[in-house]
């Protein structure tokens, strides 16, 4: 069993890519969490696997590695990202429930 299932089409996730990047913002202003209006900026790259669902077609990314392997603030960060395909950036504080 794969661990994740589309509630919509009742079918398990199937692995559609490992070793994906997903780049993780920050918040750049003191907006509240949740305001489309907040701007957001590179924070940290994250490996990951992808998985898709076989009847919808939509993709979760699953199995975050347990470090990062750059991060913002560090001298090479533009190069290291412009090395890598990421996937996407993923703008949202983690833990937050509208």
């Not at 509240?32 to 940290?44: A, L, S």
Request: proline residues 8%; contains cysteine.
């Amino acid at each position: 069993m794969s661990g994740l299932a589309c509630v919509a089409c009742k079918k398990f996730f199937r692995p559609l890519k490992n070793g994906a990047i997903i780049e993780e913002g920050m918040p750049l202003d003191d907006l509240p969490v949740g305001d489309p209006n907040r701007r957001w900026g590179p924070y940290k790259l994250w490996r990951c696997d992808l998985a898709q669902c076989p009847g919808c077609g939509a993709v979760v990314a699953t199995g975050f590695a347990n470090h990062n392997f750059a991060e913002h603030f560090e001298p090479n960060y533009a190069e290291v990202r412009a090395a890598h395909d990421v996937v996407c950036r993923v703008d949202d504080c983690g833990g937050y429930m509208p």
